[in-house]
């Protein structure tokens, strides 16, 4: 072939800077691009070979090398596979044919896996030029009789091309590199940006310096191939030690005979794993594989609880290994990584079009190639067809969910407590999640114990005693909003019946310790939901579920807690102790109840409403009370309930006169606001000075 100098076909003035300024948005990725044109040269030419239509050499070993060459400023990046004559590099290099930088984005912006734009030496061949001031091109063709041919751009609008000296089939490109990118052609840095892309490439990838210090290695000659370079054959003496035989006498004993060791060139050991796990079918994975797996891709040295496989050929084409990491504490960071390939090759972490915004806290890989990618392979075209792969994971992570639920009901509840943040924040996000995952939702009680709603929300069908003598276990009470067990008919004509069922919950197992002892002495039940996004959760199961409505085991006194007593005398009671309290405490806002409770160890207790407590949570989630907000700012929604059944409160009925009743007053307040929250510093300051003053007049008696 004569030389030949020409023009590109392009009609805009320049297609180089449309392709550094927008084609990609991080300029390591010409690397991506550059291997992944070379593994699919060498896809097509094997795919030929079983067609017939051409024959690989018997030695044929598909691979990519990389050399770098910091001194020169360049780097080169060889494929064997299918090549090029004059006229496809004619064809897929010069032709290709813009009407200015518009035309351009429009043309190509639907044709992702095209051949001419990426696959085979078309746009994923002119990143390149984001960091090289001049790109050579050598290749020669698997065809018959083909001639080696050499190209040339140095990033201008004109080319130069001629016959090759290049002797094996495949292709090389050279990339004379920009003083701005000359950070590519360091070996550390190459094999970085290598990692990130191309870590799971289906062909073997090779990196090396050029005009290195040769490394070597030792092996047995019984491990010898025939590509290893022989430097020297080495002979390791026989290793002998003294030791003491049975008779008690010393003697020389050989531990280690004498050996015969080949020094050899080191081999060279390839950047990727050309068969990623997801790629094979579940049955032939062991936990083993999976957890290694997990460890060399996220470098996460913690085990995850447990994965899914997806494996799915219709109506698309999906592979993927998904991850559910352990959280140590509520305080953990839960953002995952979900790593997109697109057959193998890498494409970007966390698309949100592809990947359900919740799953985002998992940890995992997917490899689609049937994702409609745009020109830049690092962004999704946005149509119907990526929402069904959406929808498609969420089914396959709820059916896993269930099904172990269903199934492995010991191991679901083991992992619940790591696993419940997830599952939650779905419900949240996704309809169709909540709607599948709605009964499978595990609530652990004040008894260690896990129930699913279903289970929690089934009514009391016998008395409680007749239950506990048949049985012999505790079954929860459920109760109605109103505080009826459910079952139980109570309601008057005049005043219409809550039918709802009551899920009571706890948010601090120690600060509210003092109402779970009195719910476990009356054989009563409440779950624990102490992660931050519980609150949203319920409220939101709430509003979906209208059978049921939690409330928070110190939201309202139950009527489980409390002793038959006559209506007019506690309601006399009441006005008194509302007068002297409200009188001591400064405070008219505060409700004050008297009660009969069963358990008389209890002086008082402080209930602050469902609804004042979820306002509460939500200012403080929404930092719009600032530090140091607590429920005295709903004071109208705080109730005192004091206990007739206890000695402390009798006293202070029968010493309403005392000169110390405002301190007795102010003390069983704070007792009382001491097992519902923290006190505030002078709060807590009051009590303790108000304490010694109390114990100082015992003392002194």
């Known amino acids: ?33 550059l291997i992944s044109n070379g593994c699919d040269a060498i896809t097509k030419l094997k795919k030929l070979d079983m067609l017939g239509e051409y024959e690989l050499p018997e030695d044929y070993k598909p691979k990519i ?11 080169t990046i060889t494929d064997n596979g299918l090549g090029m004559t004059a006229e496809e590099v004619e064809e897929y290099i010069n032709q290709i044919a813009f009407s200015g930088a518009n035309d351009f984005l429009e043309k190509y912006k639907d044709k992702a896996n095209d051949d001419q734009i990426i696959g085979h030496f078309g746009l994923g061949f002119y990143s390149a030029f984001m960091v090289a001031d001049e790109v050579h091109i050598d290749s020669l063709s698997f065809q018959k009789g ?38 590519f052609a360091n070996e550390y840095r190459a094999r970085e940006v290598i990692e990130k892309y191309c870590s799971f490439m289906p062909v073997e990838i090779f990196l090396k310096k050029a005009n290195a210090e040769p490394q070597y290695e030792t092996i047995d000659p019984a491990d010898k191939l025939d590509t290893d370079t022989v430097v020297e054959t080495i002979i390791e003496e026989a290793k002998t030690e003294e030791k003491e035989n049975e008779n008690g006498e010393k003697e020389i004993v050989e531990v280690s005979p004498k050996k015969e060791k080949l020094k050899i060139v080191k081999r060279p050991v390839p950047l990727n794993d050309t068969t990623p796990l997801w790629g094979k079918t579940p049955k032939d994975c062991t936990d083993d594989d999976y957890k290694a797996f997990y460890r ?80 830049s392979r690092s962004a999704l075209q946005n149509d119907g067809f990526v929402k069904k792969i959406s929808d498609y994971i969420t089914k396959k992570v709820a059916d896993k969910l269930i099904g172990m639920c269903k199934t492995e009901k010991e191991s ?9 943040p ?21 609530f652990k009680d004040i008894n260690d114990k896990y129930l699913t709603l279903p289970e929690w929300i089934k009514p009391v069908e016998k008395p409680q005693d007749q239950e506990d003598e048949a049985s012999g276990e505790e079954t929860p009470i459920v109760e109605n909003a109103d505080g009826t067990q459910a079952g139980e008919d109570t309601a008057s004509e005049e005043e219409p019946k809550d039918d709802r069922s009551v899920i009571y919950y706890v948010t601090d197992i120690n600060q509210q310790g003092q109402y779970i002892k009195m719910f476990k002495e009356q054989n009563m039940n409440a ?75 209890i002086s008082a207790v402080i209930t602050l409403s469902e609804e004042g407590r979820r306002m509460q949570d939500m200012m403080k989630m929404y930092a719009m009370g600032g530090m140091g907000m607590d429920a005295s700012m709903f004071g109208a929604d705080q109730t005192l309930t004091l206990n007739t059944n206890h000695e402390l409160v009798t006293y202070i009925l029968d010493h309403k006169d005392s000169e110390y009743i405002n301190d007795f007053c102010e003390q069983l307040y704070d007792l009382a606001m001491l097992s519902n929250q923290p006190l505030s510093p002078d709060a807590m300051a009051k009590f303790v000075a108000r304490s010694n003053k109390i114990m100082m007049l015992l003392a002194n008696q």
Request: glycine share 4%; with cysteine.
């Open 1 to 33: 072939m004569a030389e030949k100098h020409g023009t590109l076909s392009i009609n805009s003035d320049n297609i180089f800077p449309v392709i550094k300024k927008w084609l990609y948005s991080d300029h390591d990725i010409f690397y991506r691009e």
């Open 65 to 75: 090398e990389i050399e770098v060459d910091p001194d020169a400023k360049k780097l």
């Open 146 to 183: 083909a001639s080696a041919v050499h190209w040339e751009c140095d990033g201008g609008t004109e080319f130069f091309m001629a016959d090759g000296i290049k002797e094996e089939v495949g292709t090389t490109i050279t990339l004379f590199l920009n003083e701005d990118c000359l950070e």
């Open 296 to 375: 060399k891709v996220f470098m996460d040295y913690k085990e995850p609880l447990f994965w899914i496989h997806l494996n799915m050929d219709y109506p698309f084409n999906l592979k993927g290994i998904l991850y559910f990491p352990k959280i140590n504490t509520e305080y953990d960071s839960i953002e995952g990584t979900i790593k997109l390939y697109n057959n193998q090759v890498f494409v970007a972490d966390n698309i949100k079009e592809v990947i359900p915004e919740f799953l985002m806290l998992l940890k995992g890989v997917i490899d689609c190639p049937d994702l409609p990618l745009n020109v």
């Open 412 to 420: 679901y509840e083991k992992y619940w407590d790591d696993i419940s």
């Open 422 to 442: 997830f599952i939650k924040f779905g419900c949240l996000k996704d309809e169709k999640f909540c709607d599948k995952m709605n009964d499978y939702i595990l």
């Open 527 to 601: 779950v624990i939901l102490n992660h931050n996004i519980d609150t949203s959760f319920i409220s939101q199961l709430e509003r979906r579920n209208e059978t049921y409505k939690f409330m928070r085991i110190d939201a309202d006194l139950t009527e489980s807690l409390k002793e038959e007593g006559s209506e007019e005398e506690l309601k006399a009671v009441t006005e008194t102790l509302s007068e002297l309290f409200k009188k001591a405490l400064n405070n008219d806002k505060l409700t004050i109840k008297a009660e009969k409770l069963k358990d008389s160890n």
